[in-house]
């Protein structure tokens, strides 16, 4: 992992033609330490990175919200077709993304979505992610009931149960499922690129490929993306760092499981 | 825990205001009667800054130019999801199998009566080949062609020099191809000759024209409207003479990484290369290190060469096909003049603009890569590149699957025809 970070900061360090230098040096005759600026002129990096950040907020909020509280359903409640549910949200992950991506277009074009960030928000709202409803209700599953039933008996209905009871004991899960959403929305570049039209709604997934080309005769300014592309990987790197603890005891966690 | 959701709450509405913000982008015409053109490239950040400003040249008080971004990555999955939503920009930059595509679908313009006639702007007007290949089988145009790709050999002067081989010239032969490849192997290079177009799936096209120099059948009658795939006498003979070059070493094997190809070049590391004449453009920027120079394809008897042309198509909704046609014109007759002699990327399709192309190419001392570039277009027996078909993929499927095999040797040289009665197959559910 740390010699490709490695290779990517010297590229970023160097100047346009030293990146084609054949053998290729580590390190650069000179430091081109303007490429952290340049980069980011290219693509409107602050605007770009205002739009990741509002998509990817909400995104994890919704998908971790939902998740949690669906998962809470299926582990702790007793309702008729309990299983039937868990099946078809376990089922559902085995369906690659790829073939809803038609369908959903269609969906949102018709409802008026296209070209707005609702396409990539809402569906996190609407239990968009079937792996985090799996995990929260593993999770929930390896919590003892007699913790709800103490709260019960205080008098605790199951909205209260769970934010005052379950969140804060499942921090670690919940933590792992940001994470995790953090970053599948933050690295998301098909979506906003078939759903967006207007360059100033793109996220930076889309906004970096603007430096990259598949057509003749144009050679990428590899030092400019590589520079851009160090401060687009920053802010997931510090969401992990951060919360990296619990990210080990959520994942931990969840081989210890005391099925009920 | 209150505050936590409070603060949630306030993030959920701010992003939800910010998420429906309703979109701009379409264009069409304003109360005022006047008309915006939108126009979408796949070009670089650097290259469409030039088209920018090359635009503030258009000068019509009733149209406004608005040229509507892109990612230069997946440009077809952007077009793709587009077009579904009906939102194609009024210009926007395409490929000869999406402009012969998407006007079968009925999807776009048809330029064909404007084009008619022999006028500034006529058909008569462009390279020739690129109108009878922008043309549909029932006689419609839904884009004009603007830039052309000519193919040839890029070689390392020096390195000819020190295998003691004579560089290529406009006439040299495939075996004198095929000869060098081999003295320059064994004067120390890996591979004497990267040809990436022989080796990958394009290469029963790129193969086609030593067949049609040696008098033979192509691989396909058509690349747009195919009716059967034909391996002859001459053809195998060629496949058969790259097998040989691949065993001995001379040539690089389907399956060469060719993604640095360009520097790898540059730096002396390939003295031959079949490519494309846009990398012209990059070594004015990047300076190889090596002395080179860019000679026409090989031939048996008679030149052959690939057709290979870009161009400019118009959505079948555009809302002001006389406007966005004048700024059209505009962009293939006078925009390339502005941008071309700072990249000299590919020469325009459009006759009159071709100047600014060679002129560049001379001033930057190209004259080998302008000479080439010329006899390319000069050339009179053509093969498109690749299927511009709908089904296409079907036939890269079956080309996957034996051609790379054939070349290794790992499959004898007569399943050539078991893949083009197969690819006939393809051809004829699909008619």
Known sequence: MILPILWMLTVALKGPSAVFEVPPKLLPHEFHFKNFIDGPKVIHFPRLLLNSLVITGLSVIGGVMTSMMAGYALARLRFPGRKVWFYVFVGSMLLPPVVGIIPLFQLFKDIGWYDTWLPLIVPAFLGGNPLFIFLARQYFLSIPHSIDEAAKVDGAGHARIFFSVMLPITKPAWITMSILAFQMSWNDYLNPLIYLYSSQKWPLSVGMASFVTQFAGQTPDWNLYMATNLLYMLPPLIVFFVAQRYFIQGLSALGTVNQR | ?431
């Open chain 2, 1 to 431: 825990m209150k505050r936590w959701i409070r603060c949630a709450g306030v993030l959920l509405s701010a992003g939800g205001l910010l998420a429906t913000a309703a979109c701009g982008g379409s264009s069409g015409k304003q109360s005022d009667g006047k008309v915006t053109v939108t126009l979408m490239t796949w070009e670089s950040a650097a290259t469409n800054k030039a088209i920018d400003q090359a635009l503030t040249g258009f000068h019509d008080p009733n149209i406004t130019v608005k040229r509507v971004d892109t990612p230069n990555g997946n440009y077809s999955d952007k077009l793709a999801a587009l077009t579904q939503a009906k939102k194609l920009p009024d210009l926007f930059w395409c490929g000869n199998d999406t402009e012969q595509q998407y006007t079968s679908q009925g999807l776009l313009t048809d330029w064909a009566s404007r084009l008619s006639g022999s006028g500034d702007f006529g058909a008569s007007s462009f390279v020739s080949s690129t109108m009878k290949n922008w043309k549909t089988a029932d006689g419609k145009i839904g884009g004009v062609p603007s830039l052309l790709n000519t193919y040839g050999i890029w070689y390392d002067i020096d390195a000819f020099k020190a295998a003691g081989i004579t560089v290529p010239a406009a006439g040299w032969t495939w075996d004198q191809m095929f000869d060098a490849a081999a003295k320059l192997h064994a004067k120390g290079a890996k591979y004497g000759l990267v040809a990436d177009a022989l080796a990958s799936t394009d290469g029963p096209f790129s193969l086609s024209t030593y067949a049609l120099s040696a008098g033979g059948k192509p691989f396909a009658d058509n690349v747009h409207q195919p009716t059967r795939t034909t391996i002859d006498a001459t053809y195998t003979e060629g496949v058969s003479k790259v097998v040989a070059g691949i065993k001995s070493g001379a040539i690089a094997p389907p399956g060469y990484d060719i993604s640095n190809q360009q520097g790898l070049f540059a730096a002396g590391q390939i003295p031959m290369l079949w490519s494309g004449q846009w990398f012209a453009a990059g070594f004015l920027t990047d300076k190889p290190k090596i002395k080179y120079g860019f000679a026409p394809l090989p031939q048996v008897t008679k030149p052959a060469t690939l057709y290979d042309a870009v161009g400019i198509c118009t959505p079948s909704y555009t809302q002001n096909a006389d406007a966005t046609f004048k700024v059209l014109k505009y962009l293939d007759s006078t925009v390339w003049t502005k941008v071309l002699p700072d990249s000299p990327v590919a020469a325009p399709a459009y006759l009159s603009a071709q100047n600014a192309y060679f002129g560049a190419l001379d001033k930057a001392g190209q004259t080998s890569v302008a000479a080439t570039v010329k006899a390319g277009l000069n050339t009179p027996t053509t093969i498109g590149v690749r299927f511009t078909t709908q089904w296409a993929s079907q036939s890269n499927d079956l080309i996957t699957a034996y051609w790379p095999d054939i070349l290794n040797g790992k499959k004898p040289l007569s399943d050539l025809q078991t893949m083009t009665d197969k690819i006939n197959d393809v051809i004829k559910n699909n008619s």
